[in-house]
Nanobody, 116 residues
Framework: QVQLVESGGGLVQAGGSLRLSCAFSGRGFSIYDMGWYRQAPGKQRELVARIFSGGDTSYVDSVKGRFTISRDNAKNTVYLQMNSLKPEDTAVYYC??????????WGQGTQVTVSS
């Protein structure tokens, strides 16, 4: 059974950087297309970055040029490097399959708070 553990969040000033990590336990990590999602207070969870099994990536427009998703298949880990952070990036960040449904299993997430 897959388990996901996110880490690396925190409080940062606008313009700062954070690097999130997601440890995937279970089989077959390297064949999964993975995604980073975020959920701000009062808003729906949104997919902000995806990395496909072959290494291609895609981003939502609001984070393009600032966030970079990567993966290390040897460590069963997916990362999200976040630069030039803005207050509107404040949210709980989750990783999961790039096609995860709201009712799927989700990890505990990691809180990112960006102060102005």
């Amino acid at each position: 059974q897959v388990q996901l553990v996110e880490s690396g969040g925190g409080l940062v000033q606008a313009g700062g950087s954070l690097r999130l990590s997601c440890a995937f336990s279970g089989r077959g990590f390297s064949i999964y297309d993975m995604g980073w999602y975020r959920q701000a207070p009062g808003k729906q969870r949104e997919l902000v970055a995806r990395i496909f099994s072959g290494g291609d990536t895609s981003y939502v427009d609001s984070v393009k040029g600032r966030f970079t998703i990567s993966r290390d298949n040897a460590k069963n880990t997916v990362y999200l490097q976040m630069n030039s952070l803005k207050p509107e990036d404040t949210a709980v960040y989750y990783c999961n399959s790039a096609y995860a449904e709201p009712g799927a299993y989700w990890g505990q997430g990691t809180q990112v708070t960006v102060s102005s």
